[in-house]
């Protein structure tokens, strides 16, 4: 098992920036890849960005060029910088972990939620 503890989160106004940090209890090296999802009140969870073991990112369509995902593998934790946040980013953002072939086991934290008023 991992857990996955976020922070970060807040109230931030229209086009201003946050960074969410993603601590795990494990080596994230141990781990396929790693990311962050969002669900607004009544919505999909959906991917923002993940990170895999090798180092290669990807985002949602909505958050290129906004959002950068990062890591720093000696404090086993991920980060996402989100700049230029609109209303529409407000949502709980959830970190995510999942384990190698064959499980591919998704671990979940707890969320935190990001607040972008207008």
């Known amino acids: 098992q991992v857990q996955l503890v976020e922070s970060g989160g807040g109230l931030v106004q229209a086009g201003g920036s946050l960074r969410l940090s993603c601590a795990a209890s494990r080596n994230i090296f141990s781990l396929n890849a790693m990311g962050w999802y969002r669900q607004a009140p009544g919505k999909q969870r959906d991917l923002v960005a993940h990170?895999?073991?090798?180092?290669?990112?990807n985002y949602a369509d909505s958050v290129k060029g906004r959002f950068t995902i990062s890591r720093d593998v000696a404090k086993n934790t991920v980060y996402l910088q989100m700049n230029s946040l609109k209303p529409e980013d407000t949502a709980v953002y959830f970190c995510n972990a999942r384990s190698f072939a064959p499980m591919n086991f998704d671990y979940w934290g707890q969320g935190t939620q990001v607040t972008v008023s207008s």
């Open positions: 990170i895999t073991r090798g180092g290669i990112a």
